[in-house]
């Protein structure tokens, strides 16, 4: 660390630390003032009425990559598909990537618009049992660009949490933005009064993606956010002709898997490339149901039946604690 500049973001006191807004690391920072004044140390009201909005909420999950482009939203959506595909379970997907938000289209729900109640904001449903809510609903256009600096963010992301009627769910899914910033640190704090079973992080076979994942996995241990495991996405072509599997981002440094066991973490699985995947997507339908059959497909589904399991294991070792 002897050569990071002090006002690096690695060198940030936090803003609950007596040093905020007074360090060196504080300077140039648009929310000095604020940390120096003292309001940052109070607890936000929101995260108790955020905590006893999501307490009908049996699990909520992230998923988080420190690359963009790894397949995060594609990734979210297939897991709220597949959840929902069990129509006793209640489920729910939440976009958080503020300024790029693609589940609208990826769920098929492009031009869906939402709606006021007297409990909250209603999301849109795909199923009677699966719920969406994304900034995408609020914008006039999809081409329409939301540039806002990190507190109009956090304020969405709020409002997101505690002002949508998200009823009584078995999952709460949360697709992020690629990162270790606001959204992040937003989405963390206020479900710090809830119980989050943790975090999928998503990544690609290449170093260039597992280099910025790693930062990601460093994030969720600094914010004590438990990682239910890792997917590695676009795992190699498998041709739907010959059955071979061609490697178009290779592993040059051991991929997912070498990650995983040098930080002793799960890997979920790999899912392989398949141009239906992409087609669907932007066709707003469920690659699941698509083409049930695939390779991808059945890697989608071994890797949300691992899910499932630790959730319930999570709850199992909670009564057991109790």
Not at 1 to 10: C, F, I, K, T, Y
Not at 11 to 16: F, H, N, S
Not at 39 to 44: I, Q, S, V, W
Request: aromatic share 4%; net charge negative.
């Amino acid at each position: 660390m002897g050569d990071v500049p002090d006002n690096a973001p690695e060198r940030c006191p936090g803003t609950e630390s007596e040093q905020a807004g007074k360090s060196a690391s504080c300077q140039g920072c648009p929310n000095q003032k604020l940390c120096a004044s003292g309001a940052t140390k109070a607890p936000d009201p929101a995260i108790a009425e955020i905590g006893i909005k999501l307490s009908t909420v049996k699990h909520k999950i992230l998923v988080l990559s420190g690359k963009g482009g790894v397949g995060k939203s594609t990734f979210s959506a297939h897991l709220a598909h597949a959840l929902a595909s069990d129509t006793t379970k209640e489920v729910a997907l939440l976009d958080v990537d503020i300024c790029g938000p693609s589940i609208p289209r990826i769920m098929g729900l492009e031009g869906e618009q939402v709606h006021q109640s007297g409990s909250g904001w209603s999301p849109v449903y795909v199923e009677d049992n699966l719920a969406v809510m994304s900034i995408g609903f609020l914008l006039g256009s999809p081409d329409d660009a939301v540039i806002w600096r990190g507190p109009k963010k956090n304020g969405m992301i709020k409002q997101f949490l505690r002002d949508v009627d998200w009823g009584e769910l078995d999952y709460l899914i949360v697709d992020t933005p690629p990162g270790t910033s606001d959204e992040h640190l937003s989405i963390v704090q206020y479900l710090s009064s809830t119980h989050v079973d943790g975090a999928v992080i998503i990544t690609t076979p290449q170093e260039v993606s597992l280099q910025d994942v790693r930062k990601e996995i460093r994030f969720c241990k600094k914010v004590k956010l438990p990682i239910i495991g890792v997917v590695e996405n676009m795992s190699g072509f498998v041709c739907p002709k010959c059955k071979n599997t061609s490697q178009i981002f290779p592993p040059t440094s051991g991929g997912a898997e070498k990650m995983c066991a040098d930080l002793n973490l799960p890997l979920l699985g790999k899912v392989p490339l398949d141009p239906r995947i992409a087609r669907s997507c932007d066709e707003g339908k469920s690659f699941l149901s698509e083409v049930p059959d695939s390779p991808a497909a059945q890697a989608y589904q071994r890797i949300v039946q691992s899910i499932q399991d630790y959730c319930s294991n999570r709850v199992t070792e909670e009564q057991s604690a109790t």
